[in-house]
Each structure stands twice: as C-alpha cells, then as structure tokens.
C-alpha cells in the first residue's frame, strides 16, 4: 500500500515537472516561430537580417537578428535548451513510472500474449527507430520536397499507430505516439539545433567565417519541431478522453487528428507571414465537424425491438462485477491505493450519482474497465445503457 501510494506522488511530481518545462519550451518555440515570421527585413543595417519592435508588460523591446554573428560575442549569452531536456527526461520518466512500471495492466493490449517485458522493449526500440527514420530522411534530399517529406512522416508515423494498436491498449498507443514525436524533438534540439548554434558561437569567438548552410539546418529541424508540438500536446492530454482512442479504429482517428492539427500549425505560421488562406480554415472547420461526426455514439439496440427494463439491482451487479475493485473506498485492485479520480461505486447510491460517467466510460466509449481486465461483454454494457437512459 505504502508503494502505491509513494508511487502516486512521484507520479503527480513528474507530471507537474512536465507540464511545466513543456510550457516553456512550446512557449519559447512558439515565440521564435513567431518573431521570425514578424521581422521587419528592410531597412536594417549591412549585418542585421531583420529586427522587431515590441510593447509588453509596460515597457518597449527592440530585437534584432544577426545575418551571420556580431563582432564579439555578448555576455550573457541565454541558451534555450534544458526547457526540452528536462520536458523529454521527465516525460520518460512518467512513461516509465504509469506505463512501463505496471505494463500488463495499462500498456498491453488485453490478453495480450508478450510479455510485459517484451512491450516495454518495443515502445523503446519504436522511440528510436522513428528518430533514425526521420533524421535519415532529413538527411537526404527529400527534405527539399517539402509535401513529399510531409507525406513520409505521415505514413511513417501511421504505420507505427497501426503496428503498436495490435500490441498496446488504445490509450497506450497514443502515449506511445507522443512519446516517439516528443523524443524526436529532443533529439533535434540536442543533436542538430545545439551543435549548429556551438559553431555559430565558435565562428563568432574566433571570427571565421561561417556557411549560410550551417543556420539553414538548425532552422529547418527547429521549424518540423514547430509542426510537431499540436500533435504532441493532444496526445498528452488524450488519455482524458476515451471516447476518442477507444474505439475499433482508434490509430486512424489519431492519424486524422494529427493532420487537422498539423494544418492548424500550417494556418498560424502562414498568418505570421501574412499568406494565410481562408480555404484552410475551412479544411479544418469540416475536418474537424468529420471527426465529430465519425466518433458520434451509436444508439444502443434493443432485443428484439422491444423496451427491455433493467432494474438498479442488475445494473448494481454488473458494476459490483466489473467495476468495484477498483471504484471502492478501499479498491481491491492493487495497482490503486484509492479509487481512480475518487469515484466509488459500492453503494446503489454512489452508482446513481456516477450513472452519466458510467454511461460516458463503460457504454459509449468502452473504455472501462481499463483495457476490459474483467471482460465486461456488450450486453453487460447495453443493459447498463438500458438502465441509465431510463432514469435520466
């Protein structure tokens, strides 16, 4: 018990560690993106590339960008990297720590036949191969082609969804996703993004000359980091949502997220450079009403066309069967100290206080009980359903 619950804080403290460097990091790659998009390129002196003006927070700010580097090197100096180094380091340890740590329970598929060891061994070799793949296509001339390369990482990262969803839990393979995205941001920032800036420091300490090249590369990774970070950022908080990556095609309602938020990336940098087309907003507008309509529940059919009455002592029954060990004042589950977001469901009246997310989590979506370890059965949830939509 002591474990468990030592386990929820290092949980809840990782997670908030996480939160917080992602927010300066995406904060600081957003800003970038930005002012690169908003300087002012004409009128500036022979060694300025652009500048800005700006008013925040009641003062005025001027910024200027270097064609190449100024004549000695300022001090301070400010480097934007351990934002995304403590952001991937404290996300792999919440992967670690909620999925690797009990993995037969929330990373493999149900009655799944590897081993948790095996799974957790594929999600890792799946966070590197993906890097290789990408940093392999950056590398070679694809990645001029911008809707080529594009469409290679699309199908790239489909290929992947659909190779862990026969492996891992719906919930899982989101995570997982992300988490492949998210170490290859990192690995940009650490094995391009830093080194190219290094030898733009070092060119400016010793006054050598420096390719136009070198800036382009770090600009490029810097920018797919840009595309990638909507992505990213749902699936962090898609886990929340069940209704979304539990059902039978839960890898191709993410694939189809990723390119409507992609777009939506694609629509704000445009803006900034003032090319922004309105008949992409439209493309998100319907992809996303799409996306509504495709994950809309289905009606629950009844046997026989016939109003079945289910009483509150056969739902009562169910749940006692299929949802008590874990949503009980004292869960028998193991792998929960407490009952998961504090609801309980061991009395005919806790059951009808949490009938509406009852029917939102076991009838809907079918995402309880998690990864269905109790093998609830369809008819076991339309008779739940039944008894739900007779008392609303």
Request: charged share 15%; proline share 3%; aromatic share 12%.
């Amino acid at each position: 018990m002591m474990q468990i619950y030592l386990m929820d804080w290092l949980s809840l403290v990782l997670k908030l560690l996480h939160i917080i460097a992602g927010i300066a990091w995406i904060g600081a790659s957003f800003y970038f993106n930005w002012l690169e998009n908003k300087l002012d390129r004409l009128n500036n002196r022979d060694e300025i590339a652009g500048n800005l003006w700006a008013v925040h927070g009641g003062g005025f700010y001027h910024l200027e960008k270097y064609k190449k580097y100024p004549q000695t090197l300022p001090e301070p100096l400010h480097w934007f990297k351990w934002e995304a180094y403590v952001t991937w380091l404290s996300g792999i340890s919440l992967l670690s720590v909620i999925y690797y740590f009990n993995a037969s329970t929330y990373l493999l598929a149900t009655n799944s036949s590897i081993s948790a060891l095996y799974g957790v061994g594929l999600s890792l070799l799946g966070l590197l191969l993906f890097w290789l793949i990408y940093d392999l296509l950056c590398k070679s001339k694809l990645v001029t082609k911008s809707a080529i390369f594009l469409a290679i990482i699309f199908i790239v990262i489909a290929l992947f969804a659909y190779f862990y969803s026969n492996i891992f839990n719906p919930r899982a393979v989101y995570m997982q996703i992300g988490s492949m995205i998210g170490t290859v941001m990192v690995a940009n920032v650490f094995f391009v993004i830093i080194p190219v800036q290094k030898k733009l420091v070092d060119a400016c300490e010793n006054s050598t000359e420096v390719s136009l090249e070198l800036g382009k590369i770090g600009y490029l990774r810097s920018r797919h980091n840009n595309y990638f970070t909507l992505p990213v950022l749902f699936m962090m908080i898609s886990g929340h949502y069940p209704t979304i990556y539990s059902g039978d095609y839960g890898w191709v309602i993410l694939m189809a997220v990723i390119g409507v938020l992609v777009m939506v990336r694609h629509y704000f940098n445009l803006r900034g450079v003032g090319k922004a087309k309105n008949s992409l907003i439209a493309i998100i507008v319907i992809s996303t009403f799409g996306l509504i309509y495709a994950l809309a529940p289905s009606p629950i059919k009844m046997q026989d066309n016939s109003q079945e009455i289910v009483t509150i002592a056969e739902a009562q029954a169910i749940i006692e069967k299929h949802c008590v060990s874990c949503h009980a004042a004292k869960p028998a589950n193991k792998a929960f100290a407490i009952a998961p977001n504090g609801i309980m469901l061991d009395t005919k009246e806790k059951i009808i206080a949490h009938k509406n997310q009852i029917y939102q989590q076991s009838v809907l979506s079918k995402a309880m009980p998690l990864i269905n370890n109790t093998n609830m059965t369809d008819e076991e949830r339309a008779k739940l359903g039944i008894w739900i939509e007779a008392n609303q």
